[in-house]
């Protein structure tokens, strides 16, 4: 098929490579603009689809918005059988949604109609989701309300939003790849109206570890934040970043800590201790290192 493929993040890496294993002409890669960032956070970094769509050799275009001059005919004019759509960023206006022959296509992160949305991954983990997927959805103009064509599904368990995303972007890349061969086999299927949940961007904000609820809240709270932005905590001012933690027996004030482990009370039922912590300029090590050189002596609430 002659694709146009749209993404911008590691998720959408690999269904880009899948297309292009697959022998389908991609003939232009959009993404969103390079971003600051760099090792002094100025440098104008591009998107994992940008670096890897050049590598391929693939035209890559960054419009800021369709309604920019001629961007939505230009988009038109790459006459497309189908546009591949996975974590792009932009919403697409019905006109681009229209362009190609067979539409707009897809690859959602979730179980939809749950989780529609920005952040579907990481709202599944701190839902306490047991499982999650991919959809591949066509799309329409409301947020991932159209029908989908393919799907599957797996368990959370105690997976990190970064694991889970490595695994999601495989799995999505696969279903695609399928549905391409044939599409006529997989029509879409209209979402149920029950079970409608939206995944909100994630806010920074979120990422400072809250112990007025329970223990499993929190533990989930340092998976769905890992990679990014990171739980944390605040200690004397110094902000420690949780990288894994596991919930144990405990009980006391919201933030107080319980023994010489670094064990935290939550208000909401039982404890968390973190098993892996990273004081800020330092690499990550265990809570018993910290506290060798740190120490965080029982009573103290963070």
């Given at each position: 098929?002659?694709?146009i493929?749209?993404?911008?993040?590691?998720?959408?890496?690999?269904?880009?490579?899948?297309?292009?294993?697959?022998?389908?002409?991609?003939?232009?890669?959009?993404t969103?603009?390079?971003?600051?960032?760099?090792r002094?956070?100025?440098?104008?970094?591009?998107s994992?689809?940008?670096?890897?769509?050049?590598?391929h050799?693939?035209?890559?275009?960054?419009?800021?918005?369709?309604?920019?001059?001629?961007?939505?005919?230009?988009?038109?004019?790459?006459?497309?059988?189908?546009?591949?759509?996975?974590?792009?960023?932009?919403?697409?206006?019905?006109?681009?949604?229209?362009?190609?022959?067979?539409?707009?296509?897809?690859?959602?992160?979730?179980?939809?109609?749950?989780?529609?949305?920005?952040?579907?991954?990481?709202?599944?983990?701190?839902?306490g989701?047991?499982?999650?997927?991919?959809?591949?959805?066509?799309?329409?103009?409301?947020?991932?309300?159209?029908?989908?064509?393919?799907?599957?599904?797996?368990?959370?368990?105690?997976?990190?939003?970064?694991?889970?995303?490595?695994?999601?972007?495989?799995?999505?890349?696969?279903?695609?790849a399928?549905?391409?061969?044939?599409?006529?086999?997989?029509?879409?299927?209209?979402q149920?109206?029950?079970?409608?949940?939206?995944?909100?961007?994630?806010?920074?904000?979120?990422?400072?570890?809250?112990f007025?609820?329970?223990?499993?809240?929190?533990?989930?709270?340092?998976r769905?934040?890992?990679?990014?932005?990171?739980?944390?905590?605040?200690?004397?001012?110094?902000?420690?970043?949780?990288?894994?933690a596991?919930?144990?027996?405990g009980?006391?004030?919201?933030?107080?800590?319980l023994?010489d482990?670094?064990?935290?009370?939550?208000?909401?039922?039982?404890?968390?201790?973190?098993?892996?912590?990273?004081?800020?300029?330092?690499?990550?090590?265990?809570?018993?290192?910290?506290?060798?050189?740190?120490?965080?002596?029982?009573?103290?609430?963070?």
């Amino acid at each position: 098929m002659r694709i146009i493929f749209m993404g911008t993040p590691e998720f959408a890496v690999p269904t880009l490579d899948a297309l292009v294993a697959a022998g389908h002409e991609v003939v232009a890669a959009y993404t969103q603009p390079p971003r600051p960032g760099g090792r002094r956070g100025r440098e104008p970094v591009a998107s994992p689809v940008q670096r890897r769509a050049e590598s391929h050799g693939i035209p890559v275009r960054s419009p800021v918005s369709f309604r920019e001059d001629g961007a939505m005919e230009a988009f038109a004019a790459l006459d497309a059988d189908v546009a591949i759509v996975a974590a792009y960023g932009l919403i697409l206006p019905q006109p681009v949604l229209e362009a190609p022959r067979l539409g707009c296509i897809n690859v959602h992160g979730s179980l939809l109609p749950r989780w529609r949305g920005a952040a579907p991954i990481q709202r599944a983990i701190l839902a306490g989701d047991a499982e999650t997927g991919v959809g591949i959805m066509q799309m329409e103009r409301g947020l991932d309300t159209g029908p989908v064509r393919l799907e599957d599904r797996t368990p959370i368990g105690r997976k990190t939003a970064g694991e889970l995303t490595v695994e999601l972007a495989d799995m999505g890349a696969r279903l695609l790849a399928e549905v391409l061969t044939d599409v006529d086999r997989y029509p879409p299927q209209a979402q149920p109206d029950e079970g409608v949940t939206y995944a909100a961007k994630i806010d920074k904000a979120e990422a400072r570890l809250r112990f007025d609820g329970t223990a499993e809240e929190a533990e989930r709270a340092v998976r769905a934040f890992n990679p990014a932005p990171g739980a944390h905590v605040e200690i004397a001012g110094e902000r420690f970043r949780i990288h894994a933690a596991e919930v144990v027996a405990g009980s006391g004030s919201a933030g107080e800590v319980l023994d010489d482990r670094l064990t935290i009370a939550c208000a909401g039922g039982g404890a968390l201790r973190p098993t892996s912590i990273q004081r800020a300029g330092r690499g990550v090590m265990t809570a018993a290192e910290l506290l060798r050189g740190f120490p965080i002596p029982a009573g103290t609430i963070l």
